[in-house]
């Protein structure tokens, strides 16, 4: 998709005007008529925002880095879903990565068409009553988090790991932060430095949690579950802190949080289980909105296959790797939360008892009142309070704090295993082991895994270590099963699009290397 119609879809969508109305307006000036000038013009524009989520929290957008990594074997006979990552053999025209550049810049398109109309409308319009703008503001305070959502996710999978000592002059992402259609390619943006797109992801975060209002914010019928909240807005703070190895506002944003006490973490396998099947949980900080007309991607059908009511004729892309299932003891909840035991008959007649990945089942409140088949939906959590006990654990790793680090890996672990006795940690090096296996057991199958590599300086290594080779798609092969890469491979950061350094001269010399 090429860089004018990014710009454009998102007024498109959101205001309803056609293509050739909007590309007569020059880059630095949308025509007055053409900015949201009514509380209600920024409540429909805000549907886009939130409905954008449903797709880009489930399917593709959090599989894509996951199946890339070592939790994952093809099956024999699988569709090739994901085939170009599985195998590492991607390049700049692999469509799914296309996609991932494209929905995401659209996205900002409508976030940045939304901040201009706000910006636009603080200018001079004295219309609008202080309970009105109060509620506009709210609105563009979700518009401002969405942004810094959209370019952090883009930067962890297209730019390097952020470093400090060279951010200045590492690769950013190129930074549209108006809105500004134009068939112009001589003003399309060039690639940012990663320290100037940290900058602008903090800065609008920090937007964010000033304008965010929940309570006003907050739809009939709707719970505040499905809406950012400041909470949501520090959740993601923590979350950016972490992956630039800012430790201390890391653990400050996740334990102030966890202090809070409003996110009760579960020690239930039932009800653990049950904030995977039926998407309840006091856990989940934010949970997008699905009904049986407004679904996210079924994320599950990539471990199951298509729904089949004989378990016989089952057909899965992938299972989990032996790797995986062995990294839990038999008594942590989490495993027969996200494992299912099952017979598996592949197309070469071979059979085999194995563990299938269920931590997407479907929610059968969804898919009893679909007339189409989305047995694996769920509703997809962005942020939960143990990933939050997770930064706080490896950020104060990162400080060199052992004792409080190991209070917040103790306090997840004892409320997943039962049984558990808390550990001591005489080494950093072995606390920090295990915080990275902690997080590999509760993020795994949820978009982390490629990010997280990258942010320990660790490559994949699948180990060949497979639950049952006559099931798996070429065992034994270097691009397969026993596919193992450097942490400084160059496809752990994925390429600039073919379709975007095409058309956009500015970024055309600014492709990642090795591509």
């Given at each position: 998709?090429?860089?004018?119609?990014?710009?454009?879809?998102?007024?498109?969508?959101?205001?309803?005007?056609?293509?050739?109305?909007?590309?007569?307006?020059?880059?630095?000036?949308?025509?007055?008529?053409?900015?949201?000038?009514?509380?209600?013009?920024?409540?429909?524009?805000?549907?886009?925002?939130?409905?954008?989520?449903?797709g880009?929290?489930?399917?593709?957008?959090?599989?894509?880095?996951?199946?890339?990594?070592?939790?994952?074997?093809?099956?024999?006979?699988?569709?090739?879903?994901?085939?170009?990552?599985y195998?590492?053999?991607?390049?700049?025209?692999?469509?799914?990565?296309?996609?991932?550049?494209s929905?995401?810049?659209?996205?900002i398109?409508?976030?940045?068409?939304?901040?201009?109309?706000?910006?636009?409308?603080?200018?001079?319009?004295?219309?609008?009553?202080?309970?009105?703008?109060?509620?506009?503001?709210?609105?563009?305070?979700?518009?401002?988090?969405?942004?810094?959502?959209?370019y952090?996710?883009?930067?962890?999978?297209?730019?390097?790991?952020?470093?400090?000592?060279?951010?200045?002059?590492?690769?950013?992402?190129?930074?549209?932060?108006?809105?500004?259609?134009?068939?112009?390619?001589?003003?399309?943006?060039?690639?940012?430095?990663?320290?100037?797109?940290?900058?602008?992801?903090?800065?609008?975060?920090?937007?964010?949690?000033?304008?965010?209002?929940?309570g006003?914010?907050?739809?009939?019928?709707k719970?505040?579950?499905?809406?950012?909240?400041?909470d949501?807005?520090?959740?993601?703070?923590?979350?950016?802190?972490?992956?630039?190895?800012?430790?201390?506002?890391?653990?400050?944003?996740?334990?102030?949080?966890?202090?809070?006490?409003?996110?009760?973490?579960?020690?239930?396998?039932?009800?653990?289980?049950?904030?995977?099947?039926?998407?309840?949980?006091?856990?989940?900080?934010?949970?997008?909105?699905?009904?049986?007309?407004?679904?996210?991607?079924?994320?599950?059908?990539?471990?199951?296959g298509?729904?089949?009511?004989?378990?016989?004729?089952?057909?899965?892309d992938?299972?989990?790797?032996?790797?995986?299932?062995?990294?839990?003891?038999?008594?942590?909840?989490?495993?027969?939360?996200?494992?299912?035991?099952?017979?598996?008959?592949?197309?070469?007649?071979?059979?085999?008892?194995?563990?299938?990945?269920?931590?997407?089942?479907?929610?059968?409140?969804?898919?009893t009142?679909?007339?189409?088949?989305?047995?694996?939906?769920?509703?997809?959590?962005?942020?939960?309070?143990?990933?939050?006990?997770?930064?706080?654990?490896?950020?104060?790793?990162?400080?060199?704090?052992?004792?409080?680090?190991?209070?917040?890996?103790?306090?997840?672990?004892?409320?997943?295993?039962?049984?558990?006795?808390?550990?001591?940690?005489?080494?950093?090096?072995?606390?920090?082991?295990?915080?990275?296996?902690?997080?590999?057991?509760?993020?795994?199958?949820?978009?982390?895994?490629?990010?997280?590599?990258?942010?320990?300086?660790?490559?994949?290594?699948?180990?060949?270590?497979?639950?049952d080779?006559?099931?798996?798609?070429?065992?034994d092969?270097?691009?397969?099963t026993?596919?193992?890469?450097?942490?400084?491979?160059?496809?752990?950061?994925?390429?600039?699009?073919?379709?975007?350094?095409?058309v956009?001269?500015?970024?055309?010399?600014?492709?990642?290397?090795?591509?």
């Amino acid at each position: 998709m090429k860089k004018l119609h990014i710009l454009l879809a998102a007024a498109l969508l959101a205001a309803g005007f056609s293509s050739c109305d909007m590309e007569k307006y020059p880059y630095n000036a949308v025509e007055e008529s053409l900015y949201m000038t009514s509380t209600t013009d920024f409540a429909n524009a805000r549907v886009g925002l939130y409905s954008s989520y449903r797709g880009l929290t489930t399917g593709g957008y959090i599989l894509l880095p996951e199946m890339q990594c070592d939790d994952f074997n093809a099956t024999v006979g699988y569709s090739n879903s994901y085939g170009n990552m599985y195998r590492w053999d991607f390049q700049s025209s692999d469509g799914n990565i296309q996609n991932y550049w494209s929905n995401y810049y659209l996205l900002i398109a409508r976030c940045n068409y939304f901040i201009d109309s706000y910006l636009k409308l603080k200018e001079g319009n004295t219309s609008f009553s202080d309970a009105d703008m109060a509620k506009i503001r709210a609105y563009v305070g979700e518009a401002y988090f969405t942004r810094a959502f959209s370019y952090f996710n883009l930067a962890n999978h297209f730019c390097k790991a952020y470093n400090s000592a060279s951010a200045d002059a590492d690769l950013g992402m190129p930074l549209q932060l108006t809105y500004a259609p134009t068939s112009n390619s001589a003003v399309y943006p060039g690639r940012s430095s990663m320290k100037e797109t940290f900058a602008q992801i903090i800065s609008d975060l920090d937007n964010a949690k000033e304008l965010v209002n929940i309570g006003l914010a907050l739809d009939k019928g709707k719970s505040a579950i499905n809406y950012i909240s400041t909470d949501v807005v520090t959740a993601l703070q923590a979350r950016v802190a972490l992956q630039m190895k800012d430790y201390a506002a890391a653990a400050t944003a996740a334990t102030s949080l966890i202090a809070a006490g409003k996110y009760a973490l579960v020690n239930s396998a039932e009800t653990f289980r049950g904030m995977w099947v039926n998407d309840m949980s006091s856990e989940v900080m934010w949970q997008i909105y699905m009904s049986a007309d407004e679904l996210g991607s079924a994320t599950g059908t990539s471990f199951w296959g298509q729904y089949q009511e004989d378990p016989a004729k089952v057909t899965t892309d992938y299972i989990p790797t032996g790797k995986l299932v062995d990294l839990y003891e038999k008594n942590d909840i989490r495993f027969a939360a996200f494992f299912a035991p099952f017979t598996l008959n592949v197309a070469t007649g071979a059979q085999g008892n194995i563990y299938m990945f269920d931590k997407y089942p479907g929610n059968p409140d969804i898919y009893t009142i679909v007339g189409v088949d989305n047995h694996y939906t769920n509703k997809s959590k962005p942020f939960r309070i143990a990933e939050q006990y997770l930064i706080a654990a490896e950020a104060y790793a990162g400080q060199g704090n052992v004792t409080e680090a190991a209070k917040y890996l103790n306090d997840l672990k004892r409320n997943r295993i039962e049984g558990y006795t808390d550990r001591t940690f005489n080494s950093a090096d072995l606390l920090m082991a295990e915080i990275r296996d902690e997080r590999h057991r509760e993020l795994v199958g949820e978009g982390f895994r490629l990010s997280d590599l990258k942010r320990w300086g660790l490559g994949v290594n699948r180990q060949n270590n497979v639950q049952d080779a006559n099931l798996v798609l070429f065992p034994d092969s270097e691009i397969t099963t026993a596919l193992e890469k450097a942490a400084d491979d160059f496809r752990m950061v994925w390429p600039i699009p073919k379709a975007e350094t095409d058309v956009n001269p500015q970024i055309r010399n600014q492709q990642n290397p090795g591509y």
